[in-house]
């Protein structure tokens, strides 16, 4: 075991990384230095403070991550329109990152020489943290209690903390059926109850969205205004980064928008099954779509959407600090200059539906040439025979080579 | 002008291709061979015989091509989960190769040295219509009246249809607000009131299915059950591909499912807007994903993910018939070799909701991996540390490099 | 015919592109800008101030474009290590775009509405033109003489020329066995006595180069010193883009190295049989892949190799003014940050030979971990199980479902 | 330590497999079968039988597996092209699978439980050997003895091997200074003496072909006939696969062809500089590229292109059993049923040049449509005028809206 002198845990306040708290100092000997962030998951962060006080932590951070979170990682991935496997929108993914920074930072500032995370062994958030620190700090000292202990079961992990007289919830005694983890983007959902991939999980579950069928009977709509790809007003009225989608959020969740139920497949070699609830990623992913498509070149659009998944990829295997991600980030943020406009969409039970789309600078749409009406020579039939010609000679070529 | 002996003209019976057929005769004083295809447009082809009979045609080909085109067509376009700039499904174009297979076959049955279509000289559809025919047969000729004559208003056709006395209904007279074109995957509107893609269309417009705010509030459950990557059967009743697309489509029009307002890239190099129903096809692309989830290894499908969006333009782009299609075609087959199962979706108000999978044969989904439990030793925790380490490797070593 | 006011033409002032400046004035009677530019070619361009001159110009436009041709095209299009179809170095491509540029420019400087040039209508340089006059200045009239006039022979070029009083050298009557291009950064050869793939070129086509047969039997070594991917000395001495071109390609054409015999894939839809020397470039691409191999980030590396052959096809094809090169060289360029430091090879007889090459400065090669002896703790061979553990997972899933 | 009955080592009855197949013995106290086998390394194998026998071995398995090796894995992967980081031929990593394969085979016949190879913990190839294990037997147990043992330097498993009484011959004593592996498509060398990239390798270390300035001052010329992307006859003489690649290698050695030195990046996370001979690889990819560069289709070369670096990388890294790697091969070998015919190359002084090709049955050269003469109307000029106009479109229209 590494000698360590003192680590940076990101610590909840919650039960888990109470015992990995105490785990820590009993095993490694080593001071702890907490770290506490509020990126959007919807708990107090501020009782986190007496918490670690209890366990002796003299150095203690608490700080609200929202803007920076919302500004500059979750809007620079939808600036990519990205997507997991065809549906997944990265919301934890997406989080690790700036964690796993800030950590990184902590340490240097208060002379740490290690870092700590309550994923487990099995999952894609070890892997997110770890590359990340690793990326920042190379010979930074990680510590994955999870990996390393022998609290190997539910069970083991409650007898440990009641020995070490941490507090324990009747609700964390039962145990929750789901991993849940949240942020300004989404909540997930894994694990035990969930399993079984044929089984749809209970209506009870989700937490920020009801049922499309209880979603209001009346739809509502919503005017989306970007500037180069980024959301800047909703309705009219400029928000914040973290305003946009604490809103959209709450309009979605209202309108029982963008829940998902699918299985995944992770970094780390297994399938998992995992349900999500993203409302205001959802509504961002279609009406950034809408913009682009009157205001992005198409072979511009088409290079975005042929590098999407690789992109989509690193960020979800965790390499959001790696160099070939922010190479690509350049690019993809190079392509949004154009990107300003605004979107209408329309909010019903489930649905989002883009129902309009324009930009005063910058669309590409032009009405003259598009018309099936007479475009008085603005674009000239008889080039579409040769387009079509040249385009085919080395099929003609080809099959002329074959009849002979 | 091309000395043409004899032509095979796409003919609906429509208007249009009446006033083509006409000109075709006046024009270049050749023979026309009349091909009306069902590919499940929702319109009556016997009547075109009698129509082609009054210009007094003697080769007349009319043909049930459903089963052929969902499943020699449709279906393969769905095994790559296929959307062309993120949303579009490709209904039109996914129906043009097989017409202009069929066309070159007829040429070839009659002895015919051309082939003539209905396409404007504004769209994707020539180039699919020619891409396809000149691939097949290099040394065909194509007429595409649209592009050569003079009749470049609806009012100058009319009257040269009047002229020529070819009946004019009614509603032809008034004209359509939109170019209208469906087959069994969809129906598409472009054009005219659809110009302004600020403007969303008027709810009268949408022909196949209701709104969801008309459908009904009552959720449906549907079995979808696959071999190969295809369709066999629905709620355990085995149906043949094109019942299968016509089955998905009642239920999804029925259910508000499948409407799509978009701007699109066009071939010919402009942006175009244009809306779609494609209730059964959406249906399709989310159970597909759903069994692909299960069955598919990891890489296979990344590999799939990455190379679909230039499937998608190959089809979007008229090259159903190139080489490099073909081969793409291949590997994408080769892959639903182990996609078998079963998918469970809920259809409710525009929703399509995944919520159940699973695969008796084939599922990559491995319970006592993914657990959350104790996995006995399935999983070794420990290996995740070596993972993530080598992983990191290059990133620590440039970092290390920054900092020295 | 459009009406035309004044065209700007590229102009050689040899025997052909005098007889369209001759054939521009008398076909669209207008006024007609001529613009002469170094970029290599090895010919004087001065001559053509007089020649231009006795057709009554006016407007003369005479550049040395060397410096600006290396450092803003060539640079930058081997900083990605562009070649297209495997082999070509895009000598001809990748002048096209700085000659369509300035005769955009200049036509905004003299108010002419038209440019032109002698590419004839059956291969790439018409494409390039032309897109990038489109590019820049999208209301531009383009005239192509080669795809108007009925001079469609040499015969008919040579009367032609005759009767308005050009001028004709002896070897412009016989006619070249090939047609040729040259610029700082290679010669092509194409046609005539070359349209048979099965059959070598003469040995007396060449220019630049000595035949590896005819090279030195003593080699020569060369230290290459590279800034942010671009060559700036040679053997300690400081150069500029065009004199480090113009050293490599003497030290290259010496040694017998750069010749190539291909058959391409034109834009325009055939193949077609090129000959090239690029003497300098040949050296480059091998050395900018050393200096590169110990200086950029393996992800980074993979993925411009994915991108090249797309980049590569783009330079090809004309596309240099689009915006999708432009993002895409936001990205190679911002690779380059880190690629400093020398090469040294070894030139002999056709071989470039990379014998050394090191960096200072950036190197990510680091002994102590690639080291066979004991590398003292640097890498824990044990982290190697973990990683192959993982990365096995999918396929053993797969294999123990396949088996069980 | 895992509990073993009987293990299949890959052995070649050096020094340091002979130390492992005693420490095995020792140290899992398990029955060890052993697997010699000849791809053409150019050592006998027969002498391993009596070394096994030594040990007491006795399940003995000696085979030439030279012309399934060529057959089955170097002639597929030279259908693509295939080179790793713009250079390396991948020699080594190519052999890896089959070997994986066969002890695999060897262990399913034998009932062993296990299998063992001797690389090491920092190299790439432990990993191509495991992942083919894996892959193929996922439940196998793998001894990988250099993670495992404390014989950490050479001064170790000398003392080991002393104590052992294995003899060492006096070579092996001194140490090489170079780590080699060969193969009938190279030998590379890595390590030691070539740890400084910046240093050339002495002249003494190539083993299969001279420097060119050895080399012959006469050329030497080649016909080499292709049958669906494979050689099948040089200078017609029909070879077997193994045959033509040892002639290849006899040839290229001879005229100083294949050397290369590079700096690659190992799939475990360092950079490495390794030296490899290819000489018989280095001609064929030349001549597979030229063979190919009349017969494949445009698109379908440069969709081979676009895939090449991530077959390479598949390879390289271990992925030969993987579904992907077996996917992208169904897709390669699929577009070579058009290459056929013969490509003429001189080989002399390390060049390799192609100075014909032709093929009787699938040229898609036409120098009808090529020629710069007069083509008697196969290509109409005009075409391109169109062609170029559309391509342009959507750059004129935003580059009007940007002036606008």
Redesign the interface.
């Known amino acids: 075991m590494d000698k360590i002198k003192k680590t940076v845990l990101a610590f909840s306040g919650g039960l888990d990384t109470s015992v990995i708290l105490k785990w820590l100092q009993d095993t490694y000997q080593c001071e702890v230095v907490t770290f506490t962030a509020d990126i959007g998951q919807g708990e107090e962060i501020e009782p986190a403070r007496a918490k670690a006080k209890q366990f002796g932590i003299k150095e203690i951070f608490i700080e609200d991550l929202r803007e920076e979170f919302v500004r500059d990682y979750v809007f620079p991935m939808f600036r990519a ?1 990205t997507v997991y ?3 997944y929108l990265l919301g934890t993914s997406i989080a690790r990152p700036l964690i796993a920074k800030r950590q990184i930072e902590i340490a240097r500032a208060t002379g740490a020489d290690a870092v700590s995370h309550g994923a ?3 999952g894609n958030d ?2 997110r943290f ?2 990340g620190y ?6 930074i000292h990680v510590i ?1 209690p ?2 390393e202990w022998d609290l ?2 539910r069970e083991k992990l409650l007898i440990y903390a009641e020995k070490q007289g941490i507090p324990i919830e009747m609700k964390q005694k039962q145990g929750s059926p789901y ?1 849940m983890d949240a942020n300004l983007l989404h909540i997930s959902y ?3 109850a969930l ?6 999980p209970e209506e009870s579950m989700w937490r920020w969205s009801v049922a ?2 209880a979603a209001p ?1 009346e ?1 509502e709509y919503l005017d989306i205004e970007y500037e180069h790809g980024d959301i800047v007003a909703l309705n009219g009225e400029k928000l914040s980064p973290a305003a946009v989608l604490a809103k959209l959020n709450q309009l979605g969740g209202k309108h029982g928008i963008g ?1 998902l ?5 992770r970094y ?6 995992g349900c999500y609830e993203t409302p205001g990623g959802t509504i961002m992913l279609r009406a950034h ?2 913009i682009e ?2 205001t992005l ?7 975005k ?2 590098l999407m ?2 992109y989509a ?1 690193l960020i979800y295997n965790g ?1 959001w ?4 991600r922010k ?2 980030q ?2 993809i943020d ?2 949004q200059t154009s990107v300003n406009g605004w979107v ?1 969409v329309k909010l ?4 989002v ?6 930009s005063k600078t ?6 003259n ?6 475009d008085e020579g603005a ?23 074959r ?1 002979s």
Chains 1, 2, 3, 4 share one sequence.
Request: charged share 30%; no cysteine; aromatic share 8%.
């Open positions: 329109n496997e065809g549906e487990t062994g099995k070890q892997v770890e590359l690793y990326a920042l700090q190379p010979d994955a999870w990996r190997t079961s991993s894994e694990g035990r399993e079984d991939p044929a089984q749809a499309p069928e009977d739809p829940r139920d699918l299985v995944e497949n780390v070699g297994m399938k998992s099954r779509r809408a498509s009157i070149d198409r072979e511009v659009a088409h290079l959407d042929d998944p690789r990829a390499y600090w790696s160099p070939e190479l690509l350049t690019m190079g392509s209408r019903y039970k489930g649905n539906m883009v129902i309009g789309r324009d910058d669309s590409l749409f032009d009405p040439i598009a018309t099936f009406e007479d674009y000239n039939h008889a080039d579409a025979a040769g387009f079509i010609k040249l385009n085919a000679l080395r099929m003609r070529i080809a099959q002329a080579r009849n």
